[in-house]
Structure formats: structure tokens, C-alpha cells
């Protein structure tokens, strides 16, 4: 690791919409990192965000992580592909930072919880919504929770076709559920199509609806409810008043985030307290959820049990 008051020097894995309009912007907000190099096969999508940093393109991994001294990386290629980014920065002793979803399901995302040193997982809500909401959940009680997320995915102008609703958008509220709560989850049932995606999971303490959908207007929404159903807390992003609010902080929300994040993960990096950062067993426990949701779609929205996450705790599966 480099000095204790110099930026964490990262390799950016993966020059897509996200490394170009969040991860750039937010590498220069934050004040705990700096980008030092870029990676990616596509010499166009690598040349675009290299140009913006000012540094070194890489078409491979590898030659990323043998050019010169890091502290990390973060790797924000197509989920298919985290594992074996995620992989070789083990290897070579970095502890590396993956977006979310951690991997395609919960297999493979088990498989990072395995690696030495393990990942931290990048579910940048928790910075936003999360740090917002935590202080406004009830110490005690049950819970009912309500998380909507809609975009349009053709706003976003995605270098790639983007996953089907469920993954796209299900584990930033899955993980925000289970951050909120958090307990661990029980069961879930589900109902999806390729851009929508509605779900109800139950955990220790709370019954959480959930909303996804990839082809409507921008807009998010979180509600917390007691026992006796009064509203505890409530967050909202998305719709023209949000829009002018962020224009007059200057900043998107998508960049605040992610730079919030990304001075946890140079906590990290030197052995200090990174909450609310996600380890890659809380990442695992998302795609154990939406594992049992495709489970439940499958079979017309039963009730599933949400099996894997004793791998991940010391307590049974339900």
C-alpha cells in the first residue's frame, strides 16, 4: 500500500457507461483514490475513458497488473466476467472492488467469497439511499418495506445489451433490503420478464416488495414501515424535481455514490473500518435471493426458500 496520505493507486477493469459517466467523475471527487491505468479488450471503449484520466490503456488484465504498482483495482466489466478479473487480482494480491452483480448467480459468486484476499462488492446504494434510511429502521420489530427501481434502459445507452431486469436492477434492492434490515433472508417469491421484475421477500425482520423495471421512466423509491405501520422513512430519486435538485448540487447522485464508495474502499486498503462497504459474503446472499426468485418465476411465483447463505453464516438455512 502506498503512504498513508497518498490516494490508493487503482486499475480500472472494464471501460464501459459506467467506468465513462461514474466511475471517472467519481475517482476525481473522491480524495482516497486515484486511477493510474484502465483496461479493456475494446480499444475504442479503453482509449475513450483512458483519454479522460489522462493514463495507460491495456487491452488485457494482465498487462494491467503488470505494468506497474497498485493498491486494487475495481472491476466493472459484464458480470460474466468479474470472476476471473476478480480471479488474478488474488493472484497477484490485490484486493479487488466488483460491481455488482458480484457474478451471473450464486455460484459464482460463492466462488469470490473463496478467493484470497476476497473482494469487497460495489452496491453503490448503500452509500446513498442506505447511509440516508439506516438511522431511520426501528431498533426492534418487524418490518414491511417497499423498493421501487425503474430506468430506461436506452437512456443509458448501455455499450452492451443489458441483463434482463432481475439481474440488472434486483440486487441493488436486495442488498439495500438486506443492509437496512439487517437479517438474513428466508424465502421469496417471484414474478419476471425480461425488463420487469417484482418481487416479495421475506427476512428475519422484515417482508420487502420490490419493483424492478428496465423500460419506464427514471425513478426510486424506498419506504420503511413499523410494526404498526407507520412510516419510518422514505426516499425518493427520479422525476423533474429530483432532476432540478440534483442540477443545483452540481453533482449526480450516481457519482456521489460511487465516490463515497470508493474513499471506503481506500479504507480498505489500509486495514481500516470500510463500513458500509459489502463483503463478498454479503454479495453472495444477493444472488442466493435472486437465485431462488428465478426459482419461484419458474414455477409460476410460489413461495421459494432461499438456500446457500449458511455457507455464508453461521446460522441454518431456513
Known amino acids: 500500500m502506498s503512504s498513508v496520505d497518498a490516494p490508493a493507486r487503482l486499475g480500472l477493469i472494464g471501460c464501459g457507461r459506467l467506468a465513462e459517466i461514474g466511475y471517472v467523475p467519481a475517482a476525481r471527487r473522491s480524495t482516497g483514490v486515484e486511477i493510474v491505468a484502465v483496461s479493456d479488450p475494446d480499444r475504442a471503449r479503453r482509449g475513450i475513458v483512458a483519454a479522460k484520466l489522462g493514463v495507460t490503456g491495456h487491452a488485457r488484465v494482465s498487462e494491467l497488473l503488470a505494468a506497474g504498482p497498485l ?3 475495481i472491476v466493472c466489466t459484464p458480470p460474466e466476467d468479474h470472476e476471473e478479473a476478480a480471479t488474478l487480482a488474488a493472484q497477484a494480491g490485490l484486493v479487488a472492488l466488483v460491481e455488482k452483480p458480484p457474478a451471473p448467480d450464486a455460484a459464482g459468486a460463492l466462488r469470490l467469497t473463496a478467493l484470497t484476499p476476497a473482494p469487497w462488492i460495489a452496491f453503490n446504494r448503500r452509500f446513498d ?5 439506516v438511522r431511520r429502521v426501528p431498533p426492534g420489530g418487524d418490518l414491511k418495506m417497499r423498493m421501487v427501481l425503474h430506468y430506461r434502459r436506452k437512456s ?8 434482463d431486469a432481475l439481474l440488472d436492477l434486483g440486487p441493488h434492492l436486495v442488498d439495500l433490503a438486506l443492509f437496512l434490515t439487517g437479517a438474513l433472508p428466508i424465502a421469496v417469491r417471484a414474478n419476471a420478464a425480461h425488463e420487469r421484475a417484482g418481487l416479495v421477500l421475506a427476512t428475519a425482520r422484515a417482508e420487502v416488495t420490490i419493483e424492478c ?14 410494526a404498526r405501520g407507520k412510516r419510518t422513512g422514505r426516499c425518493i430519486r427520479g422525476g ?4 432540478v435538485a440534483g442540477r443545483l448540487l452540481r453533482s449526480h447522485p450516481l457519482v456521489r455514490s460511487l465516490s463515497r464508495q470508493l474513499d471506503a474502499y481506500a479504507l480498505a486498503l489500509r486495514g481500516e473500518e470500510a463500513w458500509p ?5 454479503e454479495g ?3 444472488m442466493c435471493v435472486l437465485d431462488a426468485a428465478r426459482r419461484s418465476d419458474a414455477i409460476g411465483g410460489e413461495t421459494v426458500a432461499v438456500q446457500g447463505v449458511r455457507l455464508l453464516t453461521d446460522e441454518p438455512d431456513a
Open 156 to 163: 443509458w445507452r448501455p455499450v452492451q445489451r443489458g441483463e
Open 129 to 133: 439511499q442506505g447511509l440516508q434510511l
Open 213 to 226: 423495471a428496465t423500460d419506464r421512466p427514471h425513478r426510486e423509491l424506498v419506504e420503511i414501515h413499523d
Open 277 to 281: 462497504l459489502a463483503s463478498a459474503g
Open 71 to 73: 493498491d486494487g483495482i
Open 240 to 243: 423533474r424535481k429530483q432532476a
Open 284 to 286: 453472495a446472499a444477493v
